[in-house]
């Protein structure tokens, strides 16, 4: 099979780097890639929102499947594009992708079918949703309705913070993205990531992972592409997952059928799993970085047929085999980030890869033959153990090991899943 695989961070990497290890594999293309993900696949310097060069490049080269990682190109229809060509491709719809492309979309998706999510209402202007905020008092959480690069969602401990953060939403703080607002239940619980492929009806459970959305140890400071993450997270009980897959995901895949939106590709659901079960945050649906990392590292069965069976319609046909070892990835950032930050610092010294860890590629460039960091979030140094303490020493050991003056990262990656360990 010839493959293009579309994207650019850490994700991409790790998704070419299990890509590659397929026998089902004639040749991988990444469009534009990274140079870590030049170890496993020819770049191709493509525009990606210029479908008609996608589609061309892909007819050139007779490329099989496409395997697109972000949710920009998702949210502006190239998976759409692929499909009217004749090209497989791995992705969701663009109608599909409001899922992640509008927080109102899936308030309303869960409204309809009963699917456990926090009190919510949707807003175009500001005084209604202060009127609602005062209403309802603080705690409360405030989204601009698009995407907004992670930063669109304000956690209100108080009415103040709340009101303040619907001006900032209306007065175009997030662009488009905010001229909506979801004003939401805040809930309490516990945090956790689950991802689940789906072909539009069929479903298959991945598995689980916690991210660390806060640049600082401890979950403090700004908040950011995502610091680090491991997998499994333990909240996540198999009677979680199973109740996930009955109260969230399977309506899911049936309401969006339902209303001619069949969602094929992967389901990235947010969850809180509070005292009632799990309730959804929200979704994405494309895997999540670094979360894509750790899943890699832990999925044993040869990725490429199960992608290639979510996006013809033949999920019913494979499995998904894991290691019990868990995976941990640092994220090494460059100084500054998620505010401003040097570009093209060097970056001397990246550790070999192991059986049991490796150094995906994020915001990495060859500028003149030299390694130089180009990004906020740089680096992903993953390893796996036989649970969360021994992974984590082992991704920190290799940290370590990067030779990168610019580069920082948290040190307590895991330290929820290390405590109950301890304990
Ligand atoms: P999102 O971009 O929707 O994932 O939101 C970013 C973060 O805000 C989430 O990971 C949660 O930590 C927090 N958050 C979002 N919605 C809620 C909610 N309804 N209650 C509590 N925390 C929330
Ligand atoms: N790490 C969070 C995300 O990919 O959205």
Redo the contacts with the bound molecule.
Sequence with gaps: MKVLLIGSGGREHALAWKIAQSPLLDALYAAPGNPGIADHATLVALNVEDHAAVIAFAKEKAIDFVVIGPEAPLVAGLADDLRAAGIATFGPSKAAAQLEGSKGFTKDLCARYDIPT?AYQRFKSAEPARNYVREQGAPI?I?ADGLAA?KG?T?AMTEAEALAAIDECFDGAFGTAGAEVVV????DGE?ASFFCLSDGKTALALATAQDH?RVGDGDTGPNTGGMGAYSPAPVMTPAMVERTMKEIIEPTISGMAKDGNPFSGVFFA?L?ITAKGPEL??YNVRFGDPECQVLMMRLKSDLLPILYATATGTLDKVQAEWRDDAALTVVLASKGYPGAYDKNTPIAHIPDASEEAKVFHAGTALKDGKLVATGGRVLNVTALGKDVTEAQARAYALTDRVEWENGFCRRDIGWQAVAREKA
């Design positions: 926090g959480v989204k992670g969602v956690v939401e239940a805040f809930l945090e959305k947010g809180m945050i929200e």
